[in-house]
T-cell receptor
Framework: DAKTTQPNSMESNEEEPVHLPCNHS???????IHWYRQLPSQGPEYVIH???SNVNNRMASLAIAEDRKSSTLILHRATLRDAAVYYC????????????FGAGTILRVKS | SAVISQKPSRDICQRGTSLTIQCQVD?????MFWYRQQPGQSLTLIAT?????????ESGFVIDKFPISRPNLTFSTLTVSNMSPEDSSIYLC????????????FGPGTRLTVL
C-alpha cells in the first residue's frame, strides 16, 4: 500500500482557514486520495476524496498537486468542532475499498 | 449515507473469555469491514466481512482469534476469542456501498477492556 506522510499536529485559530498537507510521493496512477477525520470518542467520518482534479464539498476542499505527489485538505473556516485527527489515505483502485490508516494529523483549534 | 450501530458500546471482560460484537447497517451495503484501534493509535484493518463466505483477513489476524460472520447485507459480527489484556482496544466496523464506492461509513466503535 502506498504510504502517506502528514505532520503529527497542527494548530489553528477559530474562524481562520486551515491547510492540512499530505505527501504521497509513491502514489500510483490509479490511487485515489481520501481524507477522513476522527472526532474524539467517535468513529472516523469521510471528508473528501479525489483522483487528479481539485474537489470541493460542503465540508472542505481538496487541492491535488499536478504531479499528484502531494495534496492539501483545506478547511475554509475552522470551528471548535473541527478539532480532530485528520487522516490522508491512498486507496488503490483495485484494492476493493480497503483503507490503510496512517498516524494522521491532530488538529487543535483555538478559540 | 449509511448509519451504523454497534453493540455493545463498551465492555469489560475477563481474560480467557470471548466477546461478540454486533454491527448493524440501516441499509444494504456490499462491503463491511472490521478495524481495531489500540489505545492512542491509528486504525488497523482486521478483515473484510464477506456475505455468505469466509472473511478475508489481513496479515497478522487469523480466523481462530477473530471469527467473523456476515449472514446478510446489513449485519455482521466480530468475535474476539480467548481474550488477553493485549486485546483491549476499540473495535470499529465500517461499510461501503461497493468496491469502488468513494465513501466508507464507520460505526461508533466498541471499547473493550480485558482484565
Amino acid at each position: 500500500d502506498a504510504k502517506t506522510t502528514q505532520p503529527n499536529s497542527m494548530e489553528s485559530n477559530e474562524e481562520e482557514p486551515v491547510h492540512l498537507p499530505c505527501n504521497h510521493s509513491t502514489i500510483s496512477g490509479t490511487d485515489y486520495i481520501h481524507w477522513y477525520r476522527q472526532l474524539p470518542s467517535q468513529g472516523p467520518e469521510y471528508v473528501i476524496h479525489g483522483l487528479t482534479s481539485n474537489v470541493n464539498n460542503r465540508m472542505a476542499s481538496l487541492a491535488i498537486a499536478e504531479d499528484r505527489k502531494s495534496s492539501t485538505l483545506i478547511l475554509h473556516r475552522a470551528t471548535l468542532r473541527d478539532a480532530a485527527v485528520y487522516y490522508c489515505i491512498l486507496r488503490a483502485h483495485e484494492g476493493g475499498n480497503k483503507l490503510v490508516f496512517g498516524a494522521g494529523t491532530i488538529l487543535r483549534v483555538k478559540s | 449515507s449509511a448509519v451504523i450501530s454497534q453493540k455493545p458500546s463498551r465492555d469489560i471482560c475477563q481474560r480467557g473469555t470471548s466477546l461478540t460484537i454486533q454491527c448493524q447497517v440501516d441499509s444494504q451495503v456490499t462491503m463491511m469491514f472490521w478495524y481495531r484501534q489500540q489505545p492512542g493509535q491509528s486504525l488497523t484493518l482486521i478483515a473484510t466481512a464477506n456475505q455468505g463466505s469466509e472473511a478475508t483477513y489481513e496479515s497478522g489476524f487469523v480466523i481462530d482469534k477473530f471469527p467473523i460472520s456476515r449472514p446478510n447485507l446489513t449485519f455482521s459480527t466480530l468475535t474476539v476469542s480467548n481474550m488477553s489484556p493485549e486485546d483491549s482496544s476499540i473495535y470499529l466496523c465500517s461499510a461501503a456501498r461497493g468496491p469502488q464506492a468513494g465513501t466508507q461509513y464507520f460505526g461508533p466503535g466498541t471499547r473493550l477492556t480485558v482484565l
